[in-house]
Structures are given as structure tokens and as C-alpha cells.
């Protein structure tokens, strides 16, 4: 019996892939005139587009609507365009100038700054360091020295790019753009001591670095014979407030009614011992000389005016935008190390 014959199963008919409705570079290209590179150029390195092009095809990003995915060209080029910072916090304003000039650097090449916040107590610092890698970012930027062997080696193991700064070191990490903590406790010593006052003391707060300039400061007023034996010191809980400096420095007065000059950890540390001195009736700088660090953008406008030490905060973030963008694109730094110094301001306080 002949068998019956058998006809083919014809492949089911595929749907239609409805649109998502979202907007391609290739939408912009078509309404900006140019090619679907030149928007990339725009959107990944405007620097390299010439001026009219940019202006017509960002016009373009804005009337279609366009936004990137940045999700898909970091898993298709590998790099993420994302870099971490990590401040010991970000109430405190003396780094605010770094992280401003850092982010507005990053993002004339099109990178995208991501803010963490570490503390002033380095215990948590291996977690807090892998948590930033596990972003994958093409940089890490930190305002401080990494102390853990164990998180300098994870760090130098993965080749990610990191800057680290406001400290030095004579072994950094990777990169570093800083300044000694040292030399400025000293360089305020020997001011003081130019300044003709016998009997200084310090108001700061318990972070590190202050630690070290504050270490500096009694060593080096000791050896021009300045002082009272041990540095009156008042420290309380870094970030310092203004009411926390203020009563940090009700309590040194309380207890040493002589003080003539004061050193402090911050510039709102300064303005707390300021305002703390003035309620007491003390005339500054006749009967009290004051001295701030960071030159925060009051500081000039207290009454009166604050002597305190210049950081280049706008240098710093420069240089360490700078430096990851090159080493995330393929060069090699001419420096890996740099000391920015640092100036004493002097003004009405003093």
C-alpha cells in the first residue's frame, strides 16, 4: 500500500518586531545633517568636534529627546566612563573645591562622577574600596592615603587608575596630587612665632590629617620655645561644626585664660573660635590671634577677615581628572607624583 505523502510543515511566520519608540543615534544623525560617528564624537569626546558641529548636533540630542544608553556602549567598549570618589565626608565643604573642579573636568569628556563617603575612620576601608570596583569604574579618585597593604594590592592588582590626594606619600598607590600635612603644621609654628606670641594653643577635629598637622605644629612651637610645656589642645568629633568648635574653645579658654594665638583644623573650626573669643569680649587679633586651614570662600568675608592656609583644591581636581581620563584612554602620565604646596593667607585675624 502506498504510503501517503507527506507535505512540509511550513515555518511559522515571524512577527513583526514592533518598535520601542525610543530614540537612536541614528535619529539624531539624520536630524543634525551629520554621520552617526560624529555624534558619538559629540557625546563621548566633544573636545575633538568643531565648535558649529557640536552646537548643531547637541541641538539635536535636545529637539529629538535622545538619551544615551550608557549601559550599552560600556558593555560594548569595556570602559564605563563612570569615575568614584570617595571623601571622609560629604557635609564637609574643604573638599568641595576638588570634587567641583574633578567633576566639571570629568564631564567636558563626557565621564560621569560618582560620590561615596568613607568616614575618617580607615577600619572599613577594604570593603569601602571594593564596593567602588564592583562599579567598575575607569577611575578612582580618593581624598586620602590608602593605609590597608591588603587594599593596596587589590587596588594595584585590578589596573584601574587611582589618584590619590590633599596628603603625600613617598609610595603612593598608582598616582598622587597632595601636599605635606607636616609642613604646614610647621609652616604656622614659625608664623606664630614671627607673629611675637608666646602662648598658642589648637582647636581641631580628630581626623588624621589633622593629627599630623597638629603633631607638627607642637613639635616644631617646642623647638622655638613657644608654648606652655604640652600645646593646649581642644579636639572634638571631625567634621567640626561651628557650635562644636565654639564649645571645644570655651572649655581651652576655661582652662587657659592666657592663650594668645590659635591654630585651627578648619576654617569653621576658625570662625567657631572666632565667634566664641568676640562673646568673651577678646579683640582679634590684638588680644587673640586666629589661623584657619582650607580658605573656604568665607573666609575672607568674617569680620574680621581670616588668616588661613590656601589648598589648591581647583589643581588638585584638574590634575586628577586629568590623569585618569589619559590613563583610561591609553597614556602614560608624564608624573605620577605631585606636591602642590600650599600658602598662608595672612589676613585681619592675625
Known sequence: MPSPSTTPTPPPTRKARRGTGRVTLADVAKRAEVSTQTVSRVLNTPQSVPPATLARVRQAIRDCGYVPDRLAGALASGRSRLVAALVPTISGPVFQETLQALSQALAGRGYQLMLGESGYDDADEEQLLENLLSRRPDGIVLTRIVQSA???????ATGVPVVETWDLCADPVDMLIGFSHQAVGH??????????????????GDDPRA????????TRLAALGL????????SAKAP??????????????DDHPDIDAVFCSTDVAAWGVVTEAQSRGLKIPQDLAVIGFGDLSFAKDLLPSLTTVRINGTA?????????????????PAARRLDIGFTL???GST
Open 150 to 156: 591588603a587594599a593596596r594590592e587589590r587596588l594595584k
Open 187 to 204: 609652616e604656622v609654628a614659625e608664623f606664630i612665632a614671627r607673629l611675637g606670641r608666646r602662648r598658642p594653643a589648637m582647636v581641631t
Open 211 to 218: 593629627g599630623l598637622r597638629r603633631a607638627a605644629f607642637a
Open 227 to 234: 608654648g606652655q610645656g604640652q600645646l593646649p589642645t581642644a
Open 240 to 253: 567640626l561644626t561651628l557650635g562644636a568648635a565654639r564649645a571645644a574653645f570655651a572649655a581651652l579658654l
Open 316 to 332: 588638585m581636581g584638574k590634575q586628577a581628572a586629568q590623569w585618569i581620563m589619559d590613563r583610561a584612554e591609553g597614556l602614560a
Open 345 to 347: 593667607v595672612q589676613r
